[in-house]
């Protein structure tokens, strides 16, 4: 079956890094996207890997390692206004995009 | 980006009623429209692929007969939820993909349905 994986919860200080792993099984793989959601809105877009390595864009960083089925988001200088879920969806190879449940981001003063 | 809209926002219904629930792209023409349901703190589902002039493609354990889809025009597509009862309660987002490029795709945002 497809699987993806990540914390349900994660707390960090404003001002601070944090990084939320992402792990996938699937059937093929075309490409790995990190969404943004704030609560009772529609999730939007932050980042897209298909190849191995790190993207950097602005505070947000992502990476991937298609041999480990493994990604992170890297969020840097922490804002309160970063605090919401962050989505990783894998697209597989019918082009589907099979999402994780979210990792809630709290982010304290 | 693309523009999409859902209408309505939010929607409270009493259990047996139906409900419609519209998405449109905006700014350009979409032959093809995505369906998702969310439950508090779980990921997104997968429903169905709407397909302008045909029918939808329902995902497995989706019932299509409560989930009517009608994409009648380039530019919008509704989800009517048949006879609703409190289980259907959810958030219904719709999206669109423009072209075949992966990294594009677009949101609505999102109708919350509550069914008493």
């Known amino acids: 079956g497809q699987n993806i994986d990540q914390p349900t919860e994660m707390t960090a200080t404003e001002g601070a890094i944090v990084q939320i792993n992402c792990t996938y099984q699937?059937?093929?793989?075309?490409?790995l996207f990190w969404y943004q959601q704030h609560a009772g809105e529609a999730p939007t877009f932050l980042s897209y890997?298909?190849l191995d390595g790190l993207e950097e864009k602005g505070r947000f960083s992502s990476f991937l390692s298609r041999s480990k089925g493994y990604s992170y988001l890297l969020l840097k200088e922490l804002q309160m206004k970063d605090s919401a879920s962050y989505l990783c969806?894998?697209?597989?190879?019918?082009?589907?995009?099979?999402w994780g449940a979210g990792t809630k981001l709290i982010i304290k003063p | 980006g693309a523009v999409v809209s859902q209408h309505p926002s939010w929607v409270i219904c009493k259990s047996g009623t139906s409900v419609k629930i519209e998405c449109r792209s905006l700014?350009?023409?979409?032959?093809?429209m995505f369906w998702y349901r969310q439950f508090p703190k779980q990921s997104l589902m997968l429903m169905a692929t709407?397909?302008?002039?045909?029918?939808?493609?329902?995902e497995q354990g989706v019932e299509k007969d409560k989930f009517l889809i009608n994409h009648a025009s380039l530019t919008l597509s509704t989800l009517t939820v048949t006879s609703a009862h409190p289980e259907d309660s959810s958030f219904y987002i719709c999206?669109?993909?423009?072209?075949?490029?992966?990294?594009?795709?677009?949101f609505g945002p999102g109708t919350r349905l509550t069914v008493l």
């Open positions: 999206s669109v993909r423009p072209g075949l490029d992966p990294n594009e795709q677009f």
């Open positions: 700014d350009f023409q979409a032959t093809t």
């Open positions: 709407s397909n302008e002039g045909s029918k939808a493609t329902y």
């Open positions: 699937t059937s093929g793989f075309n490409g």
């Open positions: 890997n298909v």
């Open positions: 969806a894998v697209m597989d190879s019918n082009y589907q995009l099979i």
